[in-house]
């Protein structure tokens, strides 16, 4: 129990990646949860997290197989219900650094209420959103945020209507403390993000844009050939972009992730994804504080106050 | 002063008058006089019936004995009223008989309007027909002597009249009456002293026929808790540091006496945003190494299911409480039933096995949280304690339990976990095996839904999938190997044997003690495991000619077989005809109410009309 709290030390052999790789993804070529895969291995990696330390839990769908794809500890859950167990796992167990997949079907959709309540909880842990604007595992079928008139299998004749906003959605519950957006064909700010994401003390939620080779294959097509449609956003407490990213973003707006109205406001505007830090407040409230309190009570102090609450009921 | 063996009280109130209080009190003072006690709610079917209605009884009956009580008894023979309109809910389910000395509020024959007036006057006229002995209490014009506001008083004043009518300790009462009032308030506190002082002494001077009841003997100290409360207690002397729940009745309330006392033993109580995610909170804690457990009822097990299929498929210890209460969908929220038997056992789609108990008495509340705790450890799996709204509400005196560190779950072990030690390491006799608790070195595994082998690892093949199944199932077997069998009420042979579970094991007794007595051949079995059964009971059965079952769930009537040519049984039934393959039967009824002696009685002498040879 002496190591629950304490700080993991670097180790004599410092972790490589391959202290954190497990199975072979089984994800299609071309498929964007390989990039997410390669970013989350370096962050462990760069942060030294000792694998047994480390859970990553996820709901179901092709993204959320990512927990095998890792050999830390991972639980890979129900449909929709990342975020319970996730909060579950964070509640008790201060030690642990949490993970969670999800991708736009089983966050924003069967999950959509643990999502929102999960934001207001703040609870401490990283949260990547695999948005392919489409359901991969089960065949083509529309997804919150399949844009309007998308053919898929459920709506042969097109999306009726439009998209769910995850940013806008995130950014309008109480409590939140860290949203930002990347894409899974910018590799360094994708890494960049998922580290930013990790360091902060709170539920951070990333939704990475990319697509499925096979359902969605050219949904982000128009901001790759013309990345004017990207908003790169910058500021000295933002995401600090590599020159990859810098060269390729020329379309850049200086945003202070402090400022939520302002932050709600890029979400408005249709026509440009902002990618970077949209918001950031590392001292919003956090549940995990309240409800690890106690666990460390030594079984000798709980005996004494389950006696002391049964006298209450003497006769 | 009449010497009494037992008495069963009622105060019926319009809903907001206060008899529940008035009950509570009553019977927490009857046991700290040393009485046995089983107390049950009286509920309204609505929040806030109209005033005066005849559905609208709010109130507690009280059943105070010098001897342990397990039931809540047939007839009443004392009711204190504060109207006579609330009594005919009461004479609907058969409260009342000849004899039953009703108490009643006088003050509705002096009512401004006429139509109250006549009420009153036929109602008392029939009362008395019916042979009840009326008492006519100016309640309200005493109290008005003392205090303006009756309406917060007036409980009390009958408090202190209840006193007196049954000789009570007036320290202990007033003991009692500091422990409630002294918070609002010296002002308050001196205000009730006096009106309980009031009403004693008024009935002291008017009602000269009083009673007692002598305390049960036995020895040792006792403590008076209703279901829940003992629910909440076991939880912590289990060493559960983790409750996730989501609002429901008639379960809440044991979060209620959780969310006051849990955070000084170290635990947390999680009000989820929902039943499903109460569940997934409740495995996330107990996958990361703590034991976690969730209170719900019929409703909240319906959205639980799948998450119960994962903690089955993934083995995940963890206890759900289901505190039952009548259904379908949201049914009778306040009210008993045993009607989620069969959900329990088979919701969960796919073959999900799980361990389900049922405690028989609000005492069995308390242990039944730790053996459920250890239970779901050793099997490493989902638990499953079928309480109900009886127990729920009741009060009952039992003895203290005594706690130590070995209810308690041991600390998480955080020590390397052994190398090439798989996370599913099945023993082929039982299947159980021992889980790596992530911060365990070498022990990483990633825990899934989806069929897999010993080591986690998705697996569709048929071979894997079979033998993870039936690894799955072996431990229920094996557990079940290793359980005492059943205790029988009554003698090892004979013509009838009635089988019950749950809250109604007192008063299926106390018929089978009455019909013994007249000279039936009859024993009576009470179940506490249901999944697995106890081993043995294949024998009982066995032993007896003809068996049956009471329970408080719904089955047709046998006329069905003659004239539909089917016949659906209750839930236990169905059960112990599949694993006995005798022709079991049964009396089962959903009056949402808990089952009386009286009721048991006729059911077993209307199952079984002729009486057979022993």
């Known amino acids: ?315 | 002063m009449v010497e009494l063996k037992e008495h069963i009280v009622e105060i019926v109130s319009d809903s907001g008058e206060g008899a529940q209080t008035v009950g509570q009190v009553f019977g927490t003072l009857c046991a700290k006089m040393g009485n046995g006690i089983w107390t049950v709610e009286i509920i309204p079917a609505e929040i806030e019936p109209p005033a005066r209605s005849r559905a609208g009884a709010s109130g507690n009956r009280i059943r105070l004995a010098n001897r342990p009580v397990e039931n809540m008894g047939d007839e009443a023979q004392v009711v204190v009223a504060f109207n006579e309109q609330v009594l005919y809910s009461r004479i609907d389910v058969g409260a009342y008989t000849s004899g039953t000395r009703i108490y009643l509020e006088s003050k509705w024959q002096n009512h401004s309007q006429e139509s109250v007036r006549l009420e009153y006057t036929q109602a008392v006229a029939d009362f008395k027909n019916r042979g009840y002995t009326v008492f006519e209490i100016p309640m309200e014009e005493e109290c008005l002597k003392i205090f303006s506001d009756v309406k917060k008083g007036k409980n009390i004043w009958v408090l202190g009249m209840l006193c007196a009518l049954y000789n009570r300790d007036l320290d202990i009462a007033h003991h009692e009456l500091k422990k409630r009032f002294e918070k609002k308030g010296p002002e308050v506190l001196s205000k009730n002293l006096e009106l309980f002082e009031a009403g004693y002494h008024w009935a002291h001077n008017h009602l000269p026929e009083t009673f007692s009841v002598p305390k049960d003997p036995a020895p040792g100290p006792k403590i008076v808790t209703n279901g829940n409360q003992a629910l909440a207690l076991g939880s912590m002397a289990a060493g559960f540091e983790l409750c996730a729940m989501y609002p429901i009745t008639p379960a809440t309330s044991a979060t209620h006496y959780l969310a006051n006392a849990f955070s000084r033993v170290g635990g947390f109580i999680h009000q989820a945003e929902d039943e499903i995610a109460a569940m997934g909170f409740a495995l996330g804690a107990s996958y990361a190494g703590k034991t976690a457990l969730t209170f719900t009822s019929g409703p909240g097990l319906a959205l639980k299911t799948e998450f119960m299929g994962l903690a089955v498929m993934a083995e995940i210890p963890v206890v759900i409480v289901d505190v039952q209460r009548g259904g379908p969908s949201t049914g009778l929220p306040t009210r008993v039933e045993q009607s989620d038997l069969l959900a329990a056992l088979y919701a969960s789609p796919g073959d999900a096995p799980k361990v389900i108990m049922a405690p028989s008495n609000i005492e069995e509340c308390y242990h039944m949280m730790i053996t459920a705790r250890q239970i779901a450890e050793q099997l490493r799996g989902p638990v499953m304690v079928l309480s109900d709204a009886n127990l729920s509400t009741g009060q009952q005196a039992y003895t203290r339990p005594q706690v130590d560190a070995s209810s308690f779950a041991p600390p998480i072990p955080q020590t390397p976990w052994p190398e090439g030690k798989p996370a599913f390491d099945w023993d082929p006799n039982t299947g159980c095996s021992e889980r790596p608790i992530p911060g365990q070195k070498g022990g990483a595994y990633r825990l899934t839904g989806l069929a897999h082998d010993q080591n986690s690892k998705i697996a569709y093949t048929s071979a894997i999938n079979q033998h993870s199944t039936e690894m799955r199932s072996r431990k229920l077997a094996s557990f079940r190997k290793n359980l005492p069998a059943p205790t029988l009420f009554g003698p090892a042979q004979g013509d009838v044997l009635v089988i019950g579970w749950g809250s109604t094991r007192g008063a299926i007794e106390e018929a089978v003690t009455s019909l013994q007595s007249e000279g039936y051949s009859l024993s009576s079995l009470h179940l506490r495991y249901l999944s697995p059964f106890e081993p043995g009971i294949e024998q009982i059965i066995a032993s007896f000619q003809r068996v049956m079952t009471i329970e408080i769930n719904y089955s047709d009537p046998a006329s069905f077989q003659e004239e539909f040519g089917m016949r659906r049984y209750s839930q236990l039934c169905m059960l112990l005809r599949s694993l006995t393959l005798r022709d079991i039967e049964t009396w089962s009824r959903v009056p949402g109410i808990p089952l009386t002696p009286k009721m048991v009685r006729q059911g077993i002498l209307q199952t079984f009309p002729v009486r057979g040879q022993a």
């Open chain 1, 1 to 315: 129990m002496s190591s629950m709290n304490s700080t993991p030390s670097t180790p004599a052999t410092p972790y490589t990646l391959a202290d954190y790789k497990g199975l072979k993804p089984r994800w299609c070529s071309g498929c964007g949860d390989h990039a997410v895969l390669s970013s989350v291995l370096k962050v462990c990696q760069t942060e030294q997290l000792p694998p047994e330390q480390t859970v990553v839990v996820s709901g179901i769908g092709c993204s959320s197989r990512f927990p095998h794809y890792m050999s830390t500890y991972g639980f890979h859950g129900l449909h929709g219900r990342a975020f319970p167990i996730a909060c579950g796992v964070r509640s008790r167990r201060p030690d642990l650094h949490i993970f969670v997949a999800t991708g736009d079907g089983d966050c924003l959709s069967i999950g959509a209420s643990h999502w929102l309540h999960a934001i207001r909880y703040n609870m401490k842990m990283t949260v990547i959103l695999f948005d392919n604007n489409i359901y991969g595992l089960t065949k083509k079928q529309t997804s919150p945020t399949s844009a309007k008139g998308l053919a898929s299998n459920t709506h042969p004749e097109g999306n009726l209507i439009d998209p769910l906003d995850p940013l806008a959605v995130t950014l309008g519950i109480t409590n939140v403390s860290f949203v930002a957006q990347t894409v899974d064909w910018l590799p360094g700010h994708l890494t960049d993000t998922l580290l930013a994401a990790h360091r902060h003390p709170g539920f951070s939620f990333v939704r990475v844009l990319q697509r499925c080779p096979h359902f969605t294959a050219d949904v982000f097509e128009g901001c790759r050939r013309d990345p004017t449609l990207l908003t790169l956003l910058v500021h000295p407490q933002g995401i600090p972009a590599d020159e990859r990213t810098l060269e390729k973003l020329s379309n850049q707006v200086t945003h202070n992730p402090a400022n939520l109205a302002e932050a709600r406001a890029l979400t408005q505007d249709t026509t440009h994804y902002p990618v970077g830090l949209l918001y950031h407040n590392p001292n919003a409230d956090r549940y995990d504080l309240s409800s690890a309190q106690g666990a460390n009570l030594s079984t000798h102090e709980r005996i004494d106050v389950v006696q002391k609450e049964i006298d209450r009921f003497l006769i």
